[in-house]
């Protein structure tokens, strides 16, 4: 199966290649939840392994859901591959083959089994805690003990821990080096990832004087802070009106009793919900996930799972209910909404936990700074140390330096400092480009008419009359790449029969079978705001084709 990697992916993995040639330590790439870690996985193995027969290779991580995907993934790409699984969870014990997909719980101490890997390839890399006690650490080093020039590479989305700070570096660093991290920002505009919006909510949890543990809030206190107050009822309310127009929703609980009860105050309002926790059998929470993947649920909430390995694409609505000083948990549970999906036009991230002001936008996260205490011992920050700001007049989140909020134009008498030295503190929202929410304008017509321009295949302009302006987009069938795919996927979007137009001609011949949008949303164009894109469209439940 030939397979052409996305411009990004591709850069990954010629930047590892490039670090080897020199280097013998260990690299770390870093790609954002919904980049494609999983197929970088895969073609690398497929790649070493075709200049390197005799190579052998462990792909390691932590759970059953990831050990699976990578393994099809790869068997998708190359399905030949002398691949296998060593997982009890899985129910697969193969020692031999020459790439071994493994749980490390199932492996740690049975390297003798699995023997001599040349390569281990840990995904999920932000797991591995610096501990050598560890059973990370008992693997690479009973694995180093057998294996005379062992390499170790780890790909991951989030390269920070709470307790030891950034994967590649101070003592005991894992990883030597990031040689390629995928910037959020760049993949969303070129529609890989979908944006995000953010709104900051007015039902907020009181974060003062909730202890902390193992550096991150006493569960148990931030489960009484949550549903103290009516706050439950208010959240949900604020939910519920939030999410009307939005298909699949996602609550981050404090805690069961937490979770138990938004399910039921969201269930109180005709909205099927569920819950799911760590403590489910694993049967009985994976049967609730695909009832959600399904569209039988529309929201799930959650305690301690969904953060890592939870792949549903039409995701579009993300609430924080619970608050973290682990930057990593932050961005692992925002990141469930970066998978894009037909009709999904963007994923909004309520806050009703202060989780966006004190890590800073998600494509421009701060690891949370340590400070001196009063007896010099190292301390983390508190909740009062943020990094973003809440517009008292629309409530959109704004930077802590901003003298004018983007989105109604409020203006700040004083600006805002925040209490440690931060850096980056230019941005706004869930997104540091965050700036004029999208516009939803009802369609009263469309116009196609053939484009050519002077050195590129034909296209088709599509002219909307939409409220009082019109807005332009071009389909563009035969170009190729990703050009074409998008092509093929608007053909889709608007109802058109398969296989998609090849050409112009076609395309235009064709039109009869495409379906009117009942709206279409808009933003600025970042090259000139003068201009809009089309950022999204809906469909009337009853529309037919339009002429």
Not at 158 to 167: A, N, V
Not at 237 to 260: I, K, M, N, P
Request: with cysteine.
């Amino acid at each position: 199966m030939t397979l052409t990697l996305r411009p990004y992916q591709r850069k990954s993995l010629d930047a590892l290649y490039g670090y080897w040639e020199t280097e013998r330590g260990s690299p770390l790439i870093v790609l954002p939840t919904g980049a494609g870690k999983s197929l970088v996985i895969a073609k690398m193995v497929e790649e070493l392994l075709a200049q390197f027969p005799d190579l052998r290779v462990a792909i390691v991580t932590h759970s059953k859901e990831l050990i699976v995907q990578n393994y099809r993934e790869l068997i998708g790409l190359w399905p030949a591959a002398p691949a296998g699984i060593y997982s009890a969870s899985v129910g697969r014990r193969e020692t031999h083959s020459r790439i071994l997909f493994c749980g490390v719980q199932s492996v740690y101490n049975k390297v003798d089994l699995i023997g001599p890997r040349d390569l281990i390839i840990v995904d999920e890399a932000h797991l591995i805690p610096r501990d050598s006690s560890t059973m990370y650490g008992k693997f690479f080093a009973n694995m180093a003990e057998i294996t005379a020039d062992m390499r170790v590479c780890g790909l991951t989305a989030t390269p920070y821990r709470m307790d030891s700070g950034l994967l590649a570096e101070g003592p005991g660093a894992m990883f030597d080096r990031i040689v390629y991290e995928a910037n959020v920002g760049d993949l969303i505009e070129g529609e890989y990832l979908s944006p995000l919006i953010s709104k900051a909510s007015a039902a907020q949890i009181d974060l003062n004087g909730i202890g902390t543990r193992a550096g991150d809030f006493i569960s148990s206190d931030m489960e009484r802070a949550a549903m103290a107050d009516g706050l439950v009822e208010r959240a949900v309310a604020e939910l519920v009106a939030y999410g009307q127009d939005r298909r699949a929703w996602l609550a981050f609980c404090s805690g069961v009793d937490h979770a138990t009860a938004v399910r039921d105050a969201i269930r109180a309002h005709g909205i099927a919900a569920e819950t799911v926790h760590g403590a489910m059998k694993q049967g009985e929470r994976n049967g609730v996930i695909e009832r959600f993947r399904r569209g039988e649920i529309r929201c799930l909430t959650s305690v301690n799972v969904l953060s890592i390995g939870f792949n549903v694409p039409h995701v579009d609505l993300v609430a924080l209910m619970r608050g973290t000083k682990s930057t990593g948990m932050y961005v692992q549970q925002v990141g469930r909404g970066f998978r894009r999906a037909p009709g999904k036009e963007n994923a909004l991230i309520l806050d009703f936990a202060s989780v966006i002001r004190m890590h800073g936008p998600v494509d421009a996260v701060s690891v949370l700074p340590k400070k001196k205490g009063a007896k010099g011992e190292t301390e983390k920050v508190t909740v009062n140390d943020v990094r973003a700001k809440e517009c008292p007049d629309c409530e959109s989140l704004a930077a802590l330096n901003a003298r004018t909020c983007k989105v109604c134009g409020h203006e700040w008498q004083i600006e805002v400092k925040p209490s440690h030295e931060a850096e980056a503190d230019a941005t706004t929202g869930i997104l540091s480009s965050e700036k004029v929410p999208p516009q939803s304008i009802p369609v009263l017509r469309w116009d196609w008419k053939r484009w050519k321009k002077e050195g590129s295949p034909d296209s088709v302009r599509i002219t909307y009359v939409a409220g009082l302006n019109t807005y332009i987009e071009w389909v563009c069938p035969e170009h190729g790449g990703r050009a074409g795919e998008k092509a093929a996927n608007w053909w889709s979007e608007h109802g058109g029969d398969m296989p998609p137009p090849r050409d112009a001609d076609e395309a235009l011949e064709r039109r009869g079978e495409a379906t009117l949008p009942a709206t279409i949303t808009v933003r600025p164009a970042k090259h000139n705001p003068r201009y809009f894109d089309i950022v999204g469209r809906s469909f009337a439940a009853a529309q037919g084709r339009a002429a």
